[in-house]
């Protein structure tokens, strides 16, 4: 195949661990592989967009990505990475997040193709949901030993109290064998030859590959991926507000352009090779093109650019382009009037505001009220006066004279109004 998956990996950055063999075998045929989802929200967040992209490439390469969402171990937790046991999620939950993530997959994989790679979406609940627990306990768990199990990074730094762990219960010990049965159901019924995930599940992933070899005498790979992290030692995939998630009415287009558009130089230059499909010689001229000009910021442009269509579209970039000049820019009452209100509220996050009633407006409310009598924006009165006389007073960024009068006309999303003095001093009266 031309397009040679692991190898592309490797240049990216994309590659931590490989088992053996695993180049050979994709070079030999078609191979379906998988990456686990857990559905602990109804939305991915985009520390997802990892694998996410990986099945991705993966599919461009030809071979066959599946996307596993864990319904049956969504209800038990992982404990990689964790240093205390995650709260279970009941039947109902599971059903409305597993709904919710496999509409989101749909827009990175081609399920639909006619090719022998068409991905597929699987749901672990269905082949665990009637497996007894004593069918379990002698047809998989005869298979491993504690002393295999117990061997594994992410159940011995549980054990041993590191990074300030709690223990673990018997239900997050027994989650490595749910995982190596996935991947052994998986192989025996799908013909999937490998795993892949974040570098933190290796211990996991080979657990199904010694299970596949043990129970069914077959031959399994592995492959993992770094785990992301930004170059300052903050967490990647966190702003101030929390997650940002790959649902945009969790987390606006708007809010998501912004949190590529302020990635470091550093972060920007690695993440620019992960997060897109932009060649290896894009890639090294975009570069360059940024080091001559550091304050232009173009790396920053151009990855925020790639992944804002990639997640949401073309339509939702060009807004938040729009919504993002307007703090800066030339913009006008209708530039604001066209944002929907998440993303209005979003570009003015942290400005001072004021609650206003509406029936101020029926008779129209004059400008020294809307600055200082009934808003303390500007201090006082007379500041108010000064302020529109030195024609430095804008509504809805417009400049506007003491004579103006604010009225329903003027609503943004029918209850905003945004007061400006000079170029960076707003002020947002809620009418109600």
Not at 39 to 58: E, Q, R
Not at 353 to 367: F, H, I, N, P, T
Request: glycine share 8%.
């Amino acid at each position: 195949m031309a397009y040679n998956f692991v190898e592309e990996l490797k240049w990216r950055g994309m590659m931590h661990d490989i088992m053996p063999g695993t180049e050979e075998q994709l070079a030999e045929e078609v191979t379906a592989g998988y990456i686990g989802f857990d559905p602990t929200a109804d939305s991915l967040h985009i520390g997802s967009l990892i694998p996410i992209i990986v099945l991705m490439h993966f599919q461009k390469a030809g071979h066959k990505p599946i996307a596993l969402i864990g319904g049956a171990t969504g209800m038990i937790g992982d404990p990689s990475g964790k240093s205390a046991e995650r709260n279970m999620l009941d039947e109902e939950s599971l059903a409305k997040n597993v709904a919710g993530i496999k509409s989101q997959l749909e827009r990175f994989l081609d399920f639909n193709s006619d090719g022998e790679n068409a991905a597929e979406l699987v749901n672990n609940y269905d082949w665990m949901k009637d497996f007894t627990l004593l069918d379990f306990v002698r047809d998989i768990g005869k298979h491993l030993t504690v002393n295999y199990m117990m061997a594994k990074d992410s159940v011995k730094k549980r054990f041993t109290g590191e990074d300030g762990a709690d223990g673990m219960s018997f239900t997050e010990f027994t989650y490595q064998l749910f995982q190596g049965y996935d991947f052994l159901h998986l192989y025996q019924n799908k013909n999937c030859k490998l795993q892949m995930g974040g570098s933190d599940q290796w211990g996991n992933i080979t657990t199904g590959t010694e299970l596949v070899r043990r129970k069914a005498q077959g031959k399994a790979y592995a492959m993992t991926c770094p785990l992301i992290t930004k170059a300052d030692g903050t967490k990647f995939g966190k702003s101030e507000g929390g997650n940002i998630w790959l649902d945009k009415d969790r987390t606006s287009a708007y809010k998501f352009y912004q949190y590529w558009l302020n990635s470091s130089d550093e972060d920007s230059e690695n993440f620019i090779k992960k997060f897109t499909f932009l060649t290896k010689e894009e890639i090294e001229t975009l570069i360059a093109e940024h080091n001559e000009a550091p304050h232009l910021r173009l790396l920053q442009k151009r990855l925020a650019e790639e992944v804002t269509v990639m997640v949401h579209s073309q339509e939702d970039l060009d807004n938040a382009v729009k919504a993002s000049s307007i703090l800066f820019g030339n913009s006008t009452a209708s530039d604001l009037k066209s944002l929907d209100e998440q993303t209005f509220l979003d570009v003015f996050d942290g400005v001072p505001q004021a609650e206003l009633s509406k029936e101020e407006l029926v008779e129209g409310l004059d400008m020294i009220g809307a600055l200082a009598a009934k808003t303390n924006f500007l201090g006082s009165n007379s500041d108010a006066r000064r302020a529109l006389k030195e024609n430095a007073v804008s509504v809805n960024k417009e400049k506007v004279k003491e004579d103006y009068k604010i009225t329903e006309a003027d609503l943004i999303a029918n209850k905003y109004v945004l007061l400006q003095r000079g170029k960076k001093n707003y002020y947002l009266v809620n009418f109600v």
